[in-house]
């Protein structure tokens, strides 16, 4: 790929550095030790307060299994064993109940009052188990595990989806009878209708948009003549998301596709980088994983290159305007918008777009005005983040060595070609940019994502504060949050990538 994709950056504002570490630990470092030693031990008990906090709805599952094969009803009982596997793989009675259920000779069919009542002690489980995690996640709230906490509130609703206290630690509504986000309840109850690769649309309007229409300009026309008729920077397409305005000149499917995965993007953020979130918060203590920018992103689109490139000459003067017209966009955070063209790009420049976004999402919920962490750092979560594995819309993140960031930042470090970590962390953003601008984002990446699961992942939260707090003040300090600098970091970083356990 060529340099030329790398320097984006040079365009924005000149950052304020952060400040160096020296000197005895401070106060805070000492306290943050504490709190990571504290950290580690909470997180290798999880699996086993996990277990007590649903030995209530593996019982009743065990009970419910027993019952079954009384009953010699045996492809039921798989079903509940199954279930009961997935709620407690150690519970006491799981064996003996596989057992139990292999020697059924001769499975009975059941009658319709028992099938309802196998319902009905299942749905009570399924309860029992989404009360537990839900408490569970209260507690992992409690003591700071936030990732932890959010992922128990998702298993809870797996396991009942009305159940309104993850709902609600969730950020979701109910419309009267449907939970969902609190951007589609709006929608909703705005009397829209969510159709397929299209949108939101007017509820009576969807049937006939499902099969090709469009309504606009109070008159029906074939989707092709509604995409000619958007097609013009004047009249784009404006599409809502939760966390987006996109305004696109492509064809609209197009543009709801990007905007699907922008929006899967940021949710891999949001859960990836949530003690970033959650420390710019007002309601940190709470158990409240609903966290947004202030005001939606606004994302520009554009089918195709001119549209861009007209966009370009209006907004950008000189040497910003010469560089915008080889790039496929950027993210501006003075001005808080993004301008992405891939028309007659290289496919992989969508990665490009996806790195912009990531820092957007980021800028704009810390509400950047002056100040940025050192490049490595912001630069470093966009690598972690931007890699995630993508499925029709859907973003997956990685981990550990299948990460990219991982193989990356490791080919380097065998061939001795990763940079000096006590120079990549005070780059300026000037420095940062130009011809090395791609080892230093393999290398930052890599850092980042030691930061976020080396040592068990003690680091993790302490790192995305320092992010956070780094955007607030320049006089952050990296040591002071992980309670690795200098030498001792670079020892640790080198033994991750070489996949020794420190």
């Known amino acids: 790929m060529p340099d030329i994709r790398f320097i984006y950056c040079i365009m924005l504002l000149a950052f304020v550095p952060c400040a160096l570490h020296a000197g005895q630990p401070s106060a805070e470092s000492m306290r943050r030790a504490a709190e990571r030693q504290a950290r580690t031990s909470a997180l290798k008990s999880i699996p086993e307060t996990r277990r007590k906090a649903l030995s209530p709805a593996a019982d009743a599952l065990a009970a419910t299994a027993a019952w079954l094969i009384g009953l010699n009803a045996k492809p039921e009982t798989e079903k509940v064993i199954a279930e009961l596997a997935a709620t407690d793989e150690q519970h006491a009675k799981l064996e003996g109940l596989k057992k139990s259920t292999a020697e059924i000779a001769a499975p009975a069919a059941l009658d319709d009052a028992k099938q309802k009542e196998i319902l009905t002690k299942l749905k009570a489980a399924q309860k029992l188990r989404g009360a537990a995690l839900a408490d569970f996640a209260r507690n992992l709230n409690n003591v700071g595990l936030y990732g932890n906490a959010f992922d128990a509130l998702t298993q809870a609703l797996e396991a009942d989806p009305d159940n309104a206290a993850a709902r609600q630690a969730l950020g979701h509504m109910k419309t009267p009878t449907v939970w969902s986000d609190a951007f589609s309840a709006a929608q909703m109850q705005k009397g829209l209708t969510y159709v397929a690769e299209l949108g ?29 008729l958007h097609a013009e920077n004047a009249n784009a397409w404006v599409i809502e998301t939760a966390h987006f305005t996109i305004k696109s000149t492509a064809p609209r499917k197009e543009a709801i596709q990007i905007a699907e995965q922008l929006e899967s993007l940021r949710k891999v953020c949001y859960r990836e980088f949530i003690d970033f979130f959650v420390r710019g918060s007002d309601k940190r203590g709470q158990m409240f994983f609903a966290h947004a920018a202030p005001k939606k992103m606004l994302v520009n689109y554009y089918g195709a290159r001119g549209d861009y490139e007209a966009v370009i000459r209006k907004e950008f003067k000189g040497p910003i305007q010469m560089l915008l017209m080889q790039l496929p966009g950027a993210y501006f955070p003075q001005s808080k918008t993004s301008y992405f063209s891939l028309r007659d790009q290289p496919p992989i420049y969508i990665y490009f777009m996806y790195n912009q976004v990531i820092k957007q999402v980021l800028f704009e919920y810390a509400q950047f005005t002056a100040t940025e962490p050192r490049p490595w750092a912001t630069e470093g979560l966009c690598q972690v983040a931007q890699f995630s594995k993508l499925e029709g819309n859907t973003f997956t993140p990685l981990h550990g060595k299948s990460h990219p960031c991982f193989s990356n930042a490791n080919t380097l470090a065998q061939g001795n070609g990763l940079p000096s970590l006590a120079t990549l962390l005070t780059l300026p953003r000037e420095l940062f940019e130009g011809e090395l601008r791609e080892l230093h984002a393999n290398a930052s990446g890599g850092l980042a994502l030691f930061l976020l699961e080396g040592k068990d992942r003690a680091m993790a939260k302490d790192f995305l504060e320092y992010v956070y707090d780094s955007f607030k003040q320049k006089t952050a300090v990296l040591g002071d949050y992980t309670g690795l600098e200098g030498p001792g970091l670079e020892k640790e970083f080198l033994l991750f990538l070489a996949g020794a356990k420190p």
């Open 200 to 228: 939101w649309v007017p509820t009576p309007a969807a049937e006939r948009t499902g099969k090709g229409e469009w309504f606009d300009n109070n008159r029906w026309m074939p989707m092709a003549d509604a995409d000619k």
